[in-house]
């Protein structure tokens, strides 16, 4: 076999735990073993006990407490002590020859968007460890049910993605309150029908455009059209559906994950790396690689992945 691991990220309460557990639940009743690793310091409970646990390590409350820093400077403090720690990790990470992670990532969304912090341990998965490697984006669908909160969740969604660069599935969690025709946002405005909320899954660029066009003013239409364009250039931009209370959601989106980490299988071995260039760096200076470097063999790989087959099929 090999050595797998999924990422399961997003933003605050949109579902990675519950879905951690419910990926867990319906992996055993296929007779397979999920182990869980929980990387959120400020995590209180969950309904599998984690098999490696970074509050082992260091908690957020602690940090809290010493260092005298808030929530969110108090999770990049934690961040940095592990990726200065890493011996913690392989000692962890020694007991789990051939198996299957499933990583609960905190909410903070600047983890994944302004940090070099993410993509430090991805890589060191990988290259130190071997890891094949998958992430999970999740965005409610309450929270992008409008043209504009799509641009917001997908523009969130695509920065993450570009900054972590690993294969990539886009999740549209919470589903089932969508087919329950629940009231959307805490605003109180009804949420749109299933049909209308699907389009958002593998949105139509031209009616993407239409719909921002009718709800802004005429001055923000090119903007809209730019932002548009942009999402459909990178052809990245696909949801998943998941209701997490599904079995048959859960097991549709674990196929899809096996199909991502098997793809890999396919890819040429990647070099490995000194280890003394993933220091971590967040004021963007001595980056791991040139970001348009970067981004460009991404796109490149994308495309190829995509004419060819190969983990194309997958949404990210
Ligand atoms: N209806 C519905 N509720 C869900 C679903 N998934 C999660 N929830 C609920 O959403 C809330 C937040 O879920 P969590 O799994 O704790 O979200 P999280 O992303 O881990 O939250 P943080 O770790 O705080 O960022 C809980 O009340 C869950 O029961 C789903 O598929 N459908
Ligand atoms: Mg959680």
Not at 14 to 31: D, F, P, R, Y
Not at 198 to 217: M, Q
Request: hydrophobic fraction near 40%.
């Amino acid at each position: 076999m090999g050595r797998y691991a999924v990422l399961v990220s997003g933003p605050a309460g949109s579902g990675k735990s519950t879905l951690c557990s419910a990926l867990i639940a319906h992996a055993n009743t296929l007779g397979r073993t999920i182990h869980l690793v929980n990387l959120d310091p400020a995590a209180e409970r969950f309904s599998y006990t984690p098999s490696i646990d970074v509050r082992e390590l260091i908690t957020l409350e602690d940090v809290m407490d010493e260092m005298k820093l808030g929530p969110n400077g108090g999770l990049v403090y934690c961040f940095e002590y592990l990726l200065e720690n890493l011996d913690w990790l392989d000692e962890q990470l020694g007991g789990f020859e051939d198996d299957y992670l499933i990583i609960d990532c905190p909410g903070q969304i600047e983890l994944y968007t302004h940090t070099a912090l993410l993509q430090g341990l991805l890589t060191y998965l990988s290259v130190s460890h071997s890891f094949r490697l998958c992430q999970l984006y999740l965005l409610e669908s309450h929270f992008v049910d409008e043209v504009s909160k799509f641009f917001a969740g997908t523009l969130s969604a695509m920065s993450a993605m570009i900054n972590l660069e690993v294969p990539w599935i886009n999740v549209m969690s919470k589903m089932d309150l969508v087919e329950r025709g629940e009231t959307a946002s805490r605003l109180g405005r009804g949420l749109r029908g299933k049909r209308e909320m699907e389009r958002y899954l593998d949105p139509d660029p031209l009616l993407l455009t239409e719909e921002a066009n009718a709800s802004t003013n005429p001055r923000f239409h090119s903007l809209n059209q730019s932002l548009v364009q942009l999402i459909d250039d990178f052809a990245m931009i696909n949801f998943m559906p998941l209701d997490a209370t599904s079995e048959d959601s859960v097991g549709a989106l674990l196929s899809h994950i096996d199909h991502a980490m098997q793809s890999q299988e396919d890819e040429e071995p990647k070099e490995p790396r000194d280890m003394d260039k993933f220091e971590v760096d967040e004021g963007g200076g001595d980056e791991l690689e040139d970001d348009e470097t970067r981004m460009e063999a991404m796109l490149e790989r994308e495309m190829e992945r995509r004419a060819g087959g190969g983990i194309g099929d997958v949404e990210i």
